[in-house]
């Protein structure tokens, strides 16, 4: 037992027993540390996993929207696209040039029924007429019953006695 005593009373010893205690500590504070890094890396991994689940839950819903929106815009494109040429088709009525041709051969045609002797002079001069009758009638009350009822306000009351004369003929 001396010796023991001896041994301890060594300053080499005591400088061996705290190194070895100091040691210890670190290592046992190193390895409780190590257990508590490696408890917040699962614990990260699996938050990090729920994440990445949660996000490509979150991308699915949005692909899945976006394919509905993109269905939706094709069929309001294809929609828009038969709206617009039927559109172009209710608005391809008569124009306003083919409206006034109309009128002017209606009339003529009227006056042509009325003085039927003599074809082609008197469907030249009939023409004349009429066409001179519409721009005569382009305003004013003529224009306004033209409007109302297409035909009515056409003939003049010279034009069905006939005894108008042309100078161009």
Known sequence: METFL???QERFVWGLAIGLALTFFTWKSGLSTKLRLSRD???LENELRELQSHLNTQLKINAQGNQTLEKELGRLREQNENLRVSLAS???KPGRAEVRHY???EAAIRQMREQAPGFAP???KALRQAEAEVEAGENGLKKL???VIPGIGMTTPS???GDDKD???
């Open 103 to 105: 009128q002017v051969m």
């Open 6 to 8: 001896n041994i301890i």
């Open 41 to 43: 890396v699962r614990r």
């Open 90 to 92: 209710a608005q391809s």
């Open 145 to 147: 019953v033209r409007k």
């Open 167 to 169: 100078d161009d003929d």
């Open 122 to 124: 008197a469907w030249e």
């Open 159 to 161: 034009a069905h006695t």
